[in-house]
């Protein structure tokens, strides 16, 4: 079993910048892929990034602002939020996927076994 535990979530003006950490702890995620989901209210779980050994897949709606990234010596994975706007709203969740297919699917939550509290993000105008 593997626990997730996010952080640096918080209230950030339009065009302000933050960075999101999650650590795993109870198994060596080296090997396997991680990723950041959002969700805001009303709305359905959002596919944001993702990352693994072989590289990184970023959504459309976040590329050029978002980066993901991870330290596999702290068992931590990032998310760099620069640029932010009011549809960046939402509650933010760290993923770990547990198979061995990379990042194809990635961008379905179903293919995640574990999952962090959440963190909240509030972008303000």
């Known amino acids: 079993q593997v626990q997730l535990v996010e952080s640096g979530g918080g209230l950030v003006q339009a065009g302000g910048s933050l960075r999101l950490s999650c650590a795993a702890s109870?198994?060596?995620?080296?090997?396997?892929?991680m990723a950041w989901f959002r969700q805001a209210p009303g709305k359905e779980r959002e596919f944001v990034a993702a990352?693994?050994?072989?590289?990184?897949k970023v959504a459309d709606s976040v590329k050029g602002r978002f980066t993901i990234s991870r330290d596999n010596a702290k068992n931590t994975v990032y998310l760099q939020m620069n640029s932010l706007n009011f549809e960046d709203t939402a509650v933010y969740y760290c993923a770990f996927r547990g198979d061995g297919f990379g990042l194809v699917g990635s961008e379905s939550p179903n293919r995640y076994i574990s999952w962090g509290q959440g963190t909240q993000v509030t972008v303000s105008s």
């Open positions: 109870g198994r060596t995620f080296s090997s396997y892929t």
């Open positions: 990352i693994n050994w072989s590289g990184e």
